[in-house]
């Protein structure tokens, strides 16, 4: 069965450092999403991402955060300037379509220190 | 009042039994709803998706949408071991930005 691929599974990083976390979506998907889920809380939205545009964002979302799907393929998520609560998992996920659920990878654990 | 609300459980039955998980939700836009199963450090992955009231089932494994009340359930018959997970329910108004509940924790005991 198809899979959402994420990497890596586990980075950590200094404070005030750029990270790119990577995602290889479902080759038949066409909606992109990043979520995150701080530890022992929620699931959050973060953004989508349709027709090489951003879509939706949260207002976690912010100046600091920035996607891209540069060669078709990998979906990326870059937080600029870490901070330390930053630390959370972050889910990649995507789906076909409008009327379709949504797959999600298994995700990067961050950790900020 | 939280746009949606889960309890977080911890819930634990014996194999076999039937296991009822709810969530409640404030915003009446809400049309999309989701289950998702989560295993501990994994992603969540996706059990029913329906769309606005009503029944669905799959297999061991039954949504039902109520928005008059606002209540979202999902059923679990025959429930196995292997069922032991956090359950994640999620909603949308707009098909685009799920909104989660915090997960309810279950544990099958054989």
């Known amino acids: 069965e198809p899979e959402v691929t994420q990497t890596p599974s586990h980075q950590v990083t200094q404070m005030g450092q750029e990270v790119i976390l990577r995602c290889v979506p479902i080759?038949?998907?066409?909606?992109f999403y990043w979520y995150r889920q701080i530890l022992g809380q929620k699931v959050e939205f973060l953004v989508s991402?349709?027709?090489?545009?951003?879509?939706?964002k949260s207002e976690i979302f912010d100046d600091q955060f920035s996607v891209e799907r540069p060669d078709g393929s990998n979906f990326t998520l870059k937080i600029r300037s870490t901070k330390l609560e930053d630390s959370a998992m972050y889910f990649c996920?995507?789906?076909?379509?409008?009327?379709?659920?949504?797959?999600f990878g298994s995700g990067t654990r961050l950790t900020v220190v | 009042q939280k746009e949606v609300e889960q309890d977080p459980g911890p819930l634990s039955v014996p194999e076999g039994a039937i296991v009822s998980l709810n969530c409640t939700y404030s915003?009446?836009?809400?049309?999309?709803f989701m289950w998702y199963r989560q295993y501990s450090r994994k992603g969540p992955e996706l059990l029913m998706y329906?769309?606005?009231?009503g029944n669905k089932e799959d297999g061991r494994f039954t949504a039902q949408v109520d928005k008059s009340s606002k209540y979202i359930s999902l059923f679990i018959r025959d429930s196995q071991p292997s069922d032991s997970a956090t359950y994640l329910c999620?909603?949308?108004?707009?098909?685009?930005?799920?909104?989660f509940g915090a997960g309810t924790r279950l544990t099958v005991k054989p």
């Open positions: 996920a995507g789906r076909q379509g409008i009327n379709y659920g949504y797959t």
């Open positions: 080759s038949n998907h066409l909606y």
């Open positions: 991402f349709y027709n090489n545009e951003i879509s939706e």
């Open positions: 915003n009446s836009a809400f049309q999309y």
């Open positions: 329906t769309y606005s009231s």
């Open positions: 999620a909603m949308t108004p707009n098909n685009n930005d799920m909104r």
